[in-house]
């Protein structure tokens, strides 16, 4: 016997891995697959990249010769349009920023809670509570009685808690961290209450590690709900906030330039400068591109957290 091969066998050097030889079936299928998925891939990025390149163009060309993955007459005009103001723009991701924040955290651990008592199975009314919740994804009261419930009733028109507790959990989030927790072993929580652990001690200290993926699916929709958020803002807040949410504040200027362009369309003035399209390309590049930027990072647990979600419902 060979002296390393006599090592290995006796635990005193590594192990050296071995080349997995492929045959010519598993070659194919593998250069199909990466194929497929390069392509998939160029597919999504393709949209991007050309939304970057028309909100670099100028508005004459877009409509000209339309949208391509190259800028055409280079120009920053839709750019320099919506950072007219730094002002407001930098207030607007303020606020945006901060209710993204505080609405994640806040509401990743009351959905964590309510998840957490719905899974317990000496919860007297969690059948009960599971089918009102449920029961609310089916059925809605609508917009008017919503309106006058808020704005009226509880005097949040014109406050940022008007949005921000709207978004602050969902129905939806509730029974996706509920099936999540059928795949924490109860067990973890009857050892804790032998240890003599209270329960917020079990879900703190026991529970909760072990709801990453969870956690980081849950936060991530809730952080797309808050930094997507305009419809409310429109509805709740309007004129009366100075900042307002990101989202809002483009909205506002896109349906500003559109209002001057048909303002200006039967006189004599030219158009072809006034942004258009290149001002929603340029909107969307600056509203979506922190979201892209966070995304790589929880991506392992996102896809994890939804897949056990969807599996477990």
Same mark, same amino acid.
């Given at each position: 016997?060979? /002296? /390393?091969?006599?090592?290995?066998?006796? =635990?005193?050097?590594?192990?050296?891995?071995?080349?997995?030889?492929?045959?010519?079936?598993?070659?194919?299928?593998?250069? %199909?697959? @990466?194929?497929?998925?390069?392509?998939?891939?160029?597919?999504? &990025?393709?949209?991007?990249?050309?939304?970057?390149?028309?909100?670099?163009?100028?508005?004459?060309?877009?409509?000209?010769?339309?949208?391509?993955?190259?800028?055409?007459?280079?120009?920053?005009?839709?750019?320099?349009?919506?950072?007219?103001?730094?002002?407001?723009?930098? !207030? /607007?991701?303020?606020?945006? %920023?901060?209710?993204? &924040?505080? !609405?994640?955290?806040?509401?990743? +651990?009351?959905?964590? $809670?309510?998840?957490?008592?719905?899974?317990?199975?000496?919860?007297?009314?969690?059948?009960?509570?599971? +089918?009102?919740? @449920?029961?609310?994804?089916? +059925?809605?009261?609508?917009?008017?009685?919503?309106?006058?419930?808020?704005?009226?009733?509880? !005097?949040?028109? !014109?406050? @940022?808690?008007?949005?921000?507790?709207?978004?602050? $959990?969902?129905? *939806?989030?509730?029974?996706?961290?509920?099936?999540?927790?059928?795949? &924490?072993?109860?067990? %973890?929580?009857?050892?804790?209450? &032998?240890? =003599?652990? =209270?329960?917020?001690?079990?879900?703190?200290?026991?529970?909760?590690?072990?709801?990453?993926?969870?956690?980081?699916?849950?936060?991530?929709?809730?952080?797309? /709900?808050? *930094?997507?958020?305009? @419809?409310?803002?429109?509805?709740?807040?309007?004129?009366?906030?100075?900042?307002?949410?990101?989202?809002?504040?483009?909205?506002?200027?896109?349906?500003?330039?559109?209002?001057?362009?048909?303002?200006?369309?039967?006189?004599?003035?030219?158009?072809?400068?006034?942004?258009?399209?290149?001002?929603?390309?340029?909107?969307?590049?600056?509203?979506?591109?922190?979201?892209?930027?966070?995304?790589?990072?929880?991506?392992?647990? +996102?896809?994890?957290?939804?897949?056990? =979600?969807?599996?477990?419902?």
């Amino acid at each position: 016997m060979h /002296s /390393s091969d006599l090592a290995e066998g006796v =635990g005193i050097g590594p192990a050296k891995p071995r080349a997995i030889k492929l045959d010519r079936s598993d070659v194919v299928l593998r250069t %199909i697959s @990466y194929v497929t998925i390069t392509l998939f891939a160029l597919f999504c &990025v393709l949209p991007f990249i050309m939304m970057l390149s028309a909100s670099l163009s100028s508005e004459a060309e877009i409509r000209r010769s339309g949208f391509g993955i190259l800028p055409k007459d280079f120009t920053l005009t839709a750019y320099e349009y919506i950072f007219n103001a730094p002002r407001q723009i930098v !207030g /607007s991701y303020i606020v945006t %920023i901060v209710m993204t &924040v505080c !609405g994640t955290a806040i509401g990743l +651990f009351v959905i964590a $809670m309510t998840g957490y008592a719905l899974h317990r199975r000496d919860f007297p009314f969690r059948n009960h509570i599971s +089918f009102f919740i @449920y029961f609310t994804t089916l +059925f809605s009261a609508g917009l008017a009685p919503t309106f006058l419930w808020v704005a009226r009733d509880l !005097g949040l028109r !014109g406050s @940022y808690l008007a949005v921000f507790l709207q978004l602050l $959990m969902t129905p *939806w989030l509730i029974i996706l961290m509920k099936n999540f927790m059928r795949t &924490v072993p109860y067990e %973890i929580v009857e050892s804790g209450k &032998v240890d =003599g652990a =209270g329960d917020f001690r079990i879900f703190a200290q026991l529970c909760l590690p072990m709801m990453k993926p969870a956690l980081a699916t849950i936060g991530l929709f809730l952080a797309l /709900s808050y *930094w997507n958020e305009w @419809y409310l803002s429109s509805l709740y807040l309007g004129s009366t906030v100075e900042f307002k949410p990101l989202q809002y504040h483009l909205y506002n200027l896109i349906n500003t330039a559109n209002a001057l362009r048909n303002s200006v369309a039967g006189s004599n003035v030219s158009i072809t400068d006034l942004p258009s399209n290149t001002l929603k390309m340029a909107s969307a590049i600056v509203a979506t591109g922190p979201i892209l930027l966070l995304y790589p990072f929880i991506q392992k647990y +996102f896809v994890s957290g939804i897949t056990i =979600g969807a599996v477990k419902g």
